[in-house]
């Protein structure tokens, strides 16, 4: 089991040794630094789980070091040991967000006892800590870490949730891990990709149906709200879902209960709501293609993924996580990469993020004959840019302007017309229209052969 993490900074060396071994001796890891530019240098490289810092230092003092460390990690407890006359000081920083302080000299069973709270808040004290929670997510950056902390915070409550971030950045592999550190982690884990179901069967998968509702329905189906119940469900890119299903997603979670399709009465269901968009739901809001009150219902806690770009310190850690793997699932005898196609896979602008960087280790090791990969592999695999296929939502976007451009060509822009031949009605077509920014008239006077 890890140990809590604490940073203490302190510029008496006496003291700051004193602290670091009765710390110890509690269960703590320490790391000591002795001052506040040091301390923001240390925590650049590592987040810890609780800084212990002396009020009165040069150069960076102990109210600076928390208000700079506050401003960038609002959920990092801080605490800070101060002389009586700077008392007045560390209470009304109390109340801008500091965990707590201790006068000098201190008691040292209250020291503990305060970063034991400290860290019991953030899920890490020695009694709570356990990253079982989080392995799937390999990792070593600071922001990283950061992010990972706000994760667990977030888990312990039930408020609906939505991670944002890049295609290929690990959403669900997040939401998976906050579903196994909250208290719903015995219940089941529901996911679907709201953009990759469609539409006219969207909501008989997220609310069921019953038999006979509609062609085919030959059984009761429940649906994946009421197949989560106690647990979570997870809505992958939420910003696809249509407009008509948003009404009763929202109607669902102020209610708190579900109506099937084709059943005339409605049942309870008991979920936490975790969402995903790598969409700028703002725009979409704007745009009218997503509703304003389902986004303030789905976004009371916000966590956003940083690209792989941003975290190139993972890229090695990943790297030979998924070398581990695929020799595995192939079967290979490849141990490492040659230095040079490690800078390689390191420089790389990784537009397909982490999905991209397995897709082309995948490819190194279902091509290399020796041991160690080389950089002629790497290089070979990101000119193939496997990040250019499409997702699946956007490949459904393309191929639904394109069929539009086509029914506006044979009916010479008649919207009516193109209602029927897709099947739909006029107000869905239009608002399909508007959305891909096709303008019907512009139809009317082209020959079939254009």
């Known amino acids: 089991m890890k140990k809590p993490a604490i940073l203490v900074v302190d510029d008496d060396a006496a003291l700051r040794e004193l602290i670091t071994l009765r710390l110890e001796a509690n269960g703590f890891k320490v790391e000591a630094v002795d001052s506040g530019e040091a301390a923001l ?15 009165q ?3 960076i003092d102990g109210m600076a070091l928390f208000r700079a460390i506050h401003a960038r990690d609002p959920s990092l407890p801080v605490i800070v040991l101060t002389a009586h006359g700077t008392i007045p000081d560390a209470v009304a920083a109390t109340q801008q967000g500091l965990f707590g302080y201790l006068t000098k000299p201190y008691d040292a069973p209250t020291l503990v006892d305060l970063l034991k709270r400290a860290t019991r808040l953030a899920g890490s004290s020695p009694e709570t800590h356990d990253d079982s929670w989080r392995s799937a997510i390999v990792t070593a950056s600071p ?3 950061t ?6 915070l977030a888990a312990q409550i039930d408020a609906a949730l939505m991670i944002q971030g890049e295609s290929g950045t690990g959403k669900e592999l997040l939401a998976r891990a906050i579903h196994r550190a909250s208290p719903r982690h015995a219940k089941p884990f529901v996911a679907i990709n709201c953009g990759a179901i469609p539409a006219e069967l969207l909501e008989s998968e997220l609310f069921g149906h019953v038999k006979g509702a509609f062609t085919g329905a030959g059984r009761d189906h429940p649906g994946l709200f009421l197949s989560a119940q106690g647990g979570t469900v997870f809505l992958d890119e939420i910003g696809d879902m249509p407009p008509p299903l948003q009404v009763k997603l929202l109607r669902v979670l102020q209610e708190g209960e579900v109506r099937p399709v ?3 009465e409605t049942r309870a269901v008991d979920v936490r709501i975790l969402s995903a968009t790598h969409r700028n739901l703002e725009e979409a809001i704007v745009s009218g293609e997503f509703r304003e009150d389902l986004y303030y219902r789905l976004n009371v806690v916000n ?3 940083p690209p792989l770009r941003e975290r190139r310190e993972d890229i090695p850690l990943l790297a030979q996580h998924f070398l581990s793997l695929l020799t595995e699932k192939y079967r290979r005898r490849i141990h490492s990469f040659a230095p040079d196609a490690l800078d390689m896979l390191v420089a790389a602008d990784w537009p397909g993020n982490i999905r991209q960087l ?4 995948e490819q190194c090791v279902a091509l290399c004959t020796t041991t160690t990969i080389p950089a002629t592999l790497v290089g070979r695999a990101l000119r193939d840019k496997p990040a250019d296929i499409q997702p699946l939502a956007e490949a459904r976007a393309a191929f639904e302007r394109d069929y539009l451009i086509t029914l506006l060509k044979l009916t010479r822009g008649q919207v009516s017309e193109v209602a029927r031949l897709a099947g739909r009605n006029r107000t869905e077509v239009y608002r399909l229209l508007q959305r891909h920014d096709l303008t019907p008239a512009l139809f009317k006077d082209r020959d079939e052969t254009d």
């Open 262 to 264: 084709g059943a005339t």
């Open 143 to 145: 922001a990283m870490d």
């Open 147 to 152: 992010l990972l902390a706000e994760a667990r």
């Open 57 to 59: 230092m040069g150069g």
């Open 358 to 361: 397995h897709n082309v280790l």
């Open 41 to 55: 240098a240390q925590l650049a490289l590592a987040r810890p789980d609780a800084v212990l810092t002396d009020m």
């Open 303 to 305: 966590l956003t993924l």
